[in-house]
């Protein structure tokens, strides 16, 4: 089987030196990618900035922002039989990019943002991907609701719900505990490390082919 993996975090550029970006490690979906190809696929991970080391194997394309990562899922998504999406996309960028450093001022400074193309929404509707589709869900509150509704609203098989007010998993975490939410079912994993996570999401997203 061939997958698409997408991990860690995006950077959105304010001026030449200054970004915004999230918390994300990137190490959910590069276990991801190592556990996909420990089990025998081809894998595709596409990734922004991050400090892990790539799994052996495995293709690699490291993007920056919301935009390269669209422009590179929307490329590489043909001929993909799963497709998980774990990177933590920003979903807002800055409406213009200064040429040059922006020079502090007297009194606040207001930035103008704007919503970044949603990848995972994009899968069904405009890149016409007929494959099993995974996506995650970070939530503070309504942990399954939220999941399910992105579950109907993004075309997905599943969804990865990861309740992010937790000390001590998810962000920035080696350990993480989820909760897979498909159309008929709500299967729990237990705290374990993010290699153990990931087989399991791996293996369940593969029961979807027959
Ligand atoms: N995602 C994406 N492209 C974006 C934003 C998110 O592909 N521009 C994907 C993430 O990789 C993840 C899922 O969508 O799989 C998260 O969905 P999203 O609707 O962004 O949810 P949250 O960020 O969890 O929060 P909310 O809906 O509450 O804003």
Same mark, same amino acid.
């Given at each position: 089987?061939?997958?698409?993996?997408?991990?860690?975090?995006?950077?959105?550029?304010?001026?030449?030196?200054?970004?915004?970006?999230?918390?994300?490690?990137?190490?959910?979906?590069?276990?991801?990618?190592?556990?996909?190809?420990?089990?025998?696929?081809?894998?595709?991970?596409?990734?922004?900035p991050t400090s892990l080391d790539v799994p052996e194997g495995v293709d690699f394309l490291q993007v920056e922002?919301?935009? =390269? /990562?669209?422009? !590179?899922?929307?490329?590489?998504?043909? *001929?993909?039989?799963?497709?998980?999406?774990?990177?933590? @996309?920003?979903?807002?960028?800055?409406?213009?990019?200064?040429?040059?450093?922006?020079?502090?001022?007297?009194?606040?400074?207001?930035?103008?943002?704007?919503?970044?193309?949603?990848?995972?929404?994009?899968?069904?509707?405009?890149?016409g991907y007929g494959g099993v589709l995974v996506g995650f869900a970070a939530e503070t509150q309504n942990l399954?609701?939220?999941?399910?509704?992105?579950?109907?609203?993004?075309?997905? =098989? /599943?969804?990865? !719900?990861?309740?992010?007010?937790?000390? *001590?998993?998810?962000?920035?975490?080696?350990?993480?505990? @989820?909760?897979?939410?498909?159309?008929?079912?709500?299967?729990?994993?237990?705290?374990?490390t993010k290699e153990h996570i990931a087989l399991a999401i791996v293996r369940r997203a593969l029961e979807f082919?027959?």
């Open positions: 089987m061939r997958f698409l993996i997408t991990a860690g975090p995006t950077r959105e550029a304010i001026d030449p030196v200054r970004f915004l970006s999230n918390r994300s490690s990137g190490r959910m979906g590069y276990a991801l990618a190592g556990a996909a190809r420990h089990e025998g696929h081809e894998v595709c991970l596409i990734s922004g922002s919301a935009k =390269d /990562m669209y422009e !590179a899922v929307r490329d590489m998504q043909r *001929g993909v039989q799963v497709a998980i999406l774990s990177a933590a @996309v920003a979903d807002y960028r800055p409406v213009a990019v200064a040429m040059q450093k922006i020079k502090k001022d007297e009194g606040e400074m207001v930035l103008r943002l704007e919503r970044t193309p949603d990848i995972l929404g994009s899968m069904r509707s405009e890149f399954l609701e939220n999941a399910r509704k992105k579950l109907e609203r993004k075309g997905c =098989d /599943m969804i990865v !719900a990861n309740d992010v007010s937790r000390p *001590g998993i998810g962000f920035d975490s080696s350990m993480n505990e @989820v909760t897979l939410v498909t159309k008929d079912e709500e299967l729990h994993l237990s705290k374990d082919i027959s």
